[in-house]
């Protein structure tokens, strides 16, 4: 699958359908999905950590392990995560360690990203894999999904 603006314009939509199901569960609007070489879903997920009570249930996380079941391996080459928010060091990590051969991600995080906000994890030159990263797609929305979400917490 060739990547234009129009296919992550599409694949982020999903992703933020994903994160609103997070906030209505109670959880940090961020949604991710992971699309194979031909483009087609084959894993999703959303932040569970607070309904889970799990420190490693990020959208991310969940959309990878969902992937690698499908998938029949830990190996996600030629696959691509779209996630409504840039990753942290964990999921950057995991980006990394699964081979995932594109990131797609929306909001920049200038708390915890690891996709060139605080750290560079995935674009690392001492690493063994570094995936193509394609940021701010969507942005703008999923700045106000979390904006909104924090807006009500407080």
């Known amino acids: 699958m060739t990547w234009t603006s129009s296919s992550a314009d599409e694949a982020m939509a999903k992703a933020l ?3 609103r199901e997070a906030t209505e569960l109670g959880d940090v609007p961020v949604g ?3 699309l194979d070489p031909d483009g087609v879903v084959i894993g999703s997920g959303f932040n ?3 309904g889970e009570g799990d420190p490693t249930g990020h959208a991310e996380m ?5 992937a690698a079941k499908v ?3 830990w190996r996600l080459e030629g696959c691509t995560l779209v996630v409504t928010l840039e990753p942290c060091t964990m999921c950057a990590g995991a980006i990394v360690a699964s081979r995932l051969e594109r990131l797609v991600f929306g ?3 200038d708390k915890a990203g ?3 906000s605080l750290w560079d994890v995935v674009r690392d030159r001492r690493l063994n894999h570094r995936p193509e990263v394609i940021s701010g797609v969507r942005a703008e929305e999923s700045t106000a999904l979390l904006q909104e979400f924090f ?3 407080r």
């Open 48 to 50: 569970t950590r607070e």
């Open 32 to 34: 991710a999905i992971v």
């Open 17 to 19: 359908v994903l994160a």
């Open 71 to 73: 998938v029949g391996e």
């Open 62 to 66: 969940n959309a990878i392990r969902v």
């Open 107 to 109: 909001a920049f995080d």
């Open 151 to 153: 807006a009500s917490h």
């Open 114 to 116: 690891a996709v060139g």
